[in-house]
Nanobody
Framework: QVQLVESGGGLVQPGGSLRLSCAAS????????MGWYRQAPGKQRELVAT???????NYTDSVKGRFTISRDNAKNTVYLQMNSLFPEDTAVYYC??????????????WGQGTQVTVSS
């Protein structure tokens, strides 16, 4: 089994910053792509940013220049630094990881989600 545990969400004023963290644990052999997705009320879940094990990064257009994704492979952790936040960034943010387990199973895993609210 593989678990993803997120932290770092909360309430912030427009223009503020937050840093999300997501740590993977369990029967991990190798982690491939890690990323962040978000889901606002009444909307579909959307990709925010991903980073491959080799460091290739992809952002959705609306966060380019404001958000930075990074990962620490030694700690099996991915981060999302969010700056210049807008009210429209309000959503539940989910961590995702593609993991091959020690039992040779390749699968996508999700965290429980962390709420980010941008409001004055």
């Amino acid at each position: 089994q593989v678990q993803l545990v997120e932290s770092g969400g909360g309430l912030v004023q427009p223009g503020g910053s937050l840093r999300l963290s997501c740590a993977a644990s369990g029967s991990i052999f190798r982690i491939y792509t890690m990323g962040w997705y978000r889901q606002a009320p009444g909307k579909q879940r959307e990709l925010v940013a991903t980073v491959t094990s080799g460091g290739r990064i992809n952002y959705t257009d609306s966060v380019k220049g404001r958000f930075t994704i990074s990962r620490d492979n030694a700690k099996n952790t991915v981060y999302l630094q969010m700056n210049s936040l807008f009210p429209e960034d309000t959503a539940v943010y989910y961590c995702n990881a593609r993991v091959s387990s020690t039992t040779d199973i390749l699968d996508d895993y999700w965290g429980q989600g962390t709420q980010v609210t941008v409001s004055s």
